[in-house]
């Protein structure tokens, strides 16, 4: 491997300047034969906090990767033995069982932190019954691809 010094380099190439702007140094080369890493798309926090609030189904999923799981805390499942959704199909029928439930929704809270985020929501039913969903997401090639959920249950008389 041709290093920086065999090219007269005094002092070795910090591979975050090497990488240049808009590249991230690839960690697994050492040395000037480093090639750019491709960053991965991006992830529209706005536009799926818009998609939730809108129950835009479709749009919902498509920012899922098709291997993506979600773990889900409520009281049914305790955090020792939360339930798992796995992959799209699994997730589309949890989407379309929170839909039938016709909540009002909000979506609060969101924390962007690159290649991972955070949100609440606020579920609003008929009866009064408010659900406070608490979730984080980790990002792989501009999708999610993991989910951890945890469902609060807080009943209101108005």
Do not use: C, K
Not at 5 to 20: K, M, N, T
Not at 36 to 52: I, K, S
Not at 55 to 60: N, V
């Amino acid at each position: 491997m041709t290093t920086p010094q065999a090219l007269g380099a005094d002092e070795p190439v910090d591979p975050a300047v090497q990488a240049g702007p808009g590249r991230r140094p690839d960690q697994r080369v050492s040395g000037v034969t480093q090639l750019p890493v491709r960053l991965p798309p991006t992830f529209d926090l706005q536009g799926f906090r818009e998609a939730v609030e809108r129950r835009d189904l479709a749009y919902q999923l498509a920012r899922y990767a098709s291997d993506a799981d979600i773990r889900i805390v409520d009281p049914d499942h305790p955090p020792s033995e939360p339930r798992l959704l796995r992959g799209t199909s699994d997730i589309l029928t949890w989407l379309v069982d929170a839909q039938a439930a016709n909540l009002d929704v909000e979506v609060t809270n969101l924390i962007d932190g690159g290649d991972r985020f955070a949100f609440t929501q606020q579920w609003r039913t008929a009866d009064g019954t408010a659900v406070v969903p608490v979730s984080t997401a980790e990002l792989q090639d501009g999708l999610i691809a993991t989910q951890h959920s945890i469902l609060a249950w807080v009943r209101t008389w108005s």
